[in-house]
């Protein structure tokens, strides 16, 4: 199948990547034309300007954040204009379910099809094919994006019809997470305040009831100090928080946890740490707590 | 082995009962006698007050609260009165590390021992002897309480030689059962606003990165809305919080999100739901959102 | 002096009519022509569209919000295109700092003036002349605003050279405001739940240490329920709080008494408050504890 | 009149001092004897015990805390023991509501009287005799108190008949001011990052809406930085927050503005500010916005 495929950050590459090998005649396209160079190295086409790429059967959008969809898709040159009539548009990047009904607003117009299409899973698993795919529109189209998710991915969640239930539900874990980090974060200053080790506190909650990789991730993380270099930066973390606050505001709807949150990671982002790792939102916290020191200075005793 | 038990709540009673099928000469103490005569029926003693319950090889406490330990174990006729010289006290109650540590205190001063051995499950996990155990105290003490365990649980998680530590340990589980509960009822609030099926929200995301029991059991109890009769009632909740944020207090460290959880347990029972199911703090988080009607109510159109 | 006034609300029109009752020569122009024709008895010029009405010495806009000021102003046949050169734009409405710096550098680059000068005071305020005026602006701008300011206000502040600080300043009086409303909200919950006279502790909070105008005037509202007709209304308490937020996340500072007034609007709005008195915050936090009945439903008995 | 006074800190001894010199015989008692001595040499007798200088017409007490007060007045030679059948005691520390009705049901069973007057002010107004009396209690008992407070303060506000009305209000004075102090401070910091002039703000806010003597004591000390000597101590500041926030929880009211204060302090005492006054909790919140030096550090322009 012919893929245009726009944005070649961290994910974006590994992902292109499983599509060129998989035989699909890639057209590739990013701001910044290193990257695309690379994927060229391996059979694609280095498209000139977004339209370029995005006129093909199939065009799949990974990118940054809402101003970079925005103007790659609505701008001069952009996707609206260079995909043609029955095109299919796969938005993969995690961006505001508004600007997602935008789109499919737009598509719609132009006889166009759109189906949102975010991601759970970092750089090694987009190179694995192991991502979860949460995919939501118009039931052909998402017939006809089958075969893409299938090579990218381990499972896809069929949401809804509506393109923007899938961002917003990408949002929701995204915050969940974020809890984890905050919640685990408290936890481990009290520990060390109170001279337990964090490390029996990791094993026995792991090993209860709260054995799920967010948890196992992030508090392995957290407890090595290793937020460098970055899975998941700071700032990125704010950007989905803050998206998160705002499509509930619309709602009218308060979240208590994702203002501590977001004012968590305004704090990090004001102290220095915008490029670490989210999970170091634990330094800020301990520094609230007075804790100045990173827990690898204090001496545990082990309990055996 | 001689062994005592007091308190004969829902945890207690089926615990007591594993020990005593187990062939253990079992004396039983209860404030309201009703509970130890059923456990009198399966061969268990009943002692007419704390000291006579105490005064056996190992004596092990099961109470409601603070209060209820510091008057069974301090109080006239009470546990440090009755207990031999050398005899072991296992407290397995959810109570303050600080209490736990004064215990320890009294019994060393009078050549006794001390094990906090506060625990993970619901009654059901108790009968069926799966509780997960969190121990500590000094070596002694644990190799002698390690039988016990072995009948009461599936797996003993040994913390520590400072028995206050499992207590805190406890603690920081059940606070981050209620960041789980806050955050998926501000999911759910989100998503019901959102018109997007909550049952989906919970398959993404229990099927992929929080697939843990905190959520399974807890993301399913909000979506079934089944919050009578409760598995650990709301009342309990703010008593665990609220030990929770006593013990940070004391060692000067703030847990925003404790504080949270903290004020959602207040406006849940200021509203009359004390007596339901801690999950039922959803209820709480939607009509902080305006949504009166529970989501049941609401139909939703399934994806496919 | 020729002066064009933009945006004829409660707050526009006592302005305008002190303008136009001073002698000045007035062109007045409101999106619903209604307002302006008041206006139009008195002596002013009703202009079709905001650049007709910026064609002056100096022209007044009184808007609702970010948006209404950015289309009036940038938009086609806008003010920054009726403005003649050296022209001079005073912008009073409550908007964001980055709306007024982005107005600042429009205009000079076309050579035109610009002051920000909101204010603090209710329309009757507005129409006894009895404003507070926050200046900002070059040294030359502000001289030539002066007269119009004494027309308008009691007394004027000038803050800086750079306009946005004014509207940053009328943010943080607008901030602080909503902290007395939850403040004041949270005693009179907690006073009511004691069974103790709200009335009484607003006569000693206010003959102490808390005498000031924000206090009196709210705590009195909340006292007697008066949350209807609003004075200022929950939406546009919502609106400032928001800019507050927005403001603040650009400079990275966490601000969590925002974010609790911030979700307290929220729940206000969507369980129907929207367009009562943002004093009825006090309902909201009421409810929160539980109080579903109005004060005024509940006996006190007086102390003396 | 014979009266006796406990508690000789730094209000005690002023208000001790005031009533000595009207004429009065005053048996004094402290903890530690040499602030006793100072006023033995203005005419008072020094007592061995509470109970000694219980045993008078009317006694008075002015302690740190509820420990102090519950030791002296319920503790062997204590107050209760030491007073005459129809004393009258009148408790002047800032203490709980709960610690107060129970010191009023005590005082009833031995047919002594009881008042609570806790007061606004600081030492230099309890030298001065210019303090706020908060006065509640049966009206014969504030009938026969009335000459004293006439001597120690500028007002006394009869509250009700309930003594511990009377606390509860000192509570919401003193949470009240801790939320001037967290909105002054967020407002500051932001400011600071805006690189507005601290000053300039105050100036403004005192001078419009906010003039009151909370704002401008706290506001004053904020810009000028003078955190050091303390008039009330972060420690103190933290009590009462707790105070409050306990007597909240009993009557299952959320308190969400107390929680962010009562994790201020704590921040602020984790990190070594406990001794310097709690307006310093602007420290706290400019760290917490990434600003590590102290405002005087930052050149500001003014504006003219």
Not at 32 to 53: F, K, M, T, W, Y
Not at 80 to 106: C, K, N, Q, V, Y
Not at 124 to 136: G, N, P, T
Request: glycine share 8%; hydrophobic share 45%.
């Amino acid at each position: 199948m012919r893929i245009g495929f726009l944005g070649l950050g961290n994910m974006g590459r590994a992902m292109a990547n499983n599509l060129v090998h998989a035989g699909h005649e890639l057209t590739v396209y990013n701001r910044s034309r290193r990257s695309a160079e690379a994927l060229a190295a391996e059979g694609a086409r280095i498209a000139d300007h977004p339209a370029n790429a995005a006129n093909q059967e199939i065009v799949i959008t990974m990118l940054a954040d809402d101003n970079a969809v925005e103007s790659v898709v609505f701008g001069g040159h952009g996707v609206l204009e260079g995909m043609p009539r029955d095109g299919l548009h796969i938005s993969m990047s995690t961006i505001s379910p508004d600007l997602s009904r935008r789109m499919s607003f737009a598509h719609r117009e132009r006889g166009q099809h759109y189906v949102a299409a975010p991601v759970f899973g970092r750089p090694e698993a987009a190179a694995a094919a192991q991502l979860f795919i949460l995919a939501a529109g118009a039931k052909e189209a998402l017939a006809k994006a089958k075969p893409v998710f299938e090579l990218l991915g381990q499972r896809t969640f069929e949401i809804s019809e509506r393109p923007e239930d899938a961002n917003m539900i990408k949002l929701f874990g995204n915050f969940l997470l974020t809890c984890v980090l905050e919640g685990l974060g408290e936890v481990f200053a009290v520990a060390r305040k109170a001279e337990i080790n964090p490390n029996t506190v990791f094993e026995v909650l792991s090993g209860t009831l709260f054995g799920a990789p967010a948890y196992k991730n992030y508090g392995a993380r957290m407890i090595e100090e290793k937020f460098s270099p970055a899975g998941f930066k700071m700032l990125l973390g704010l950007k989905d928080v803050r998206l998160m606050l705002e499509a509930a505001e619309r709602l009218s709807a308060p979240m208590p946890f994702a203002n501590i949150v977001h004012d968590r990671f305004l704090s990090a982002i004001a102290n220095g740490y915008g490029d670490l790792d989210w999970s170091a939102l634990a330094l800020v916290i301990a520094q609230s707590a007075g804790l100045s020191r990173t827990a690898s200075e204090i001496r545990f005793d082990a309990a055996d």
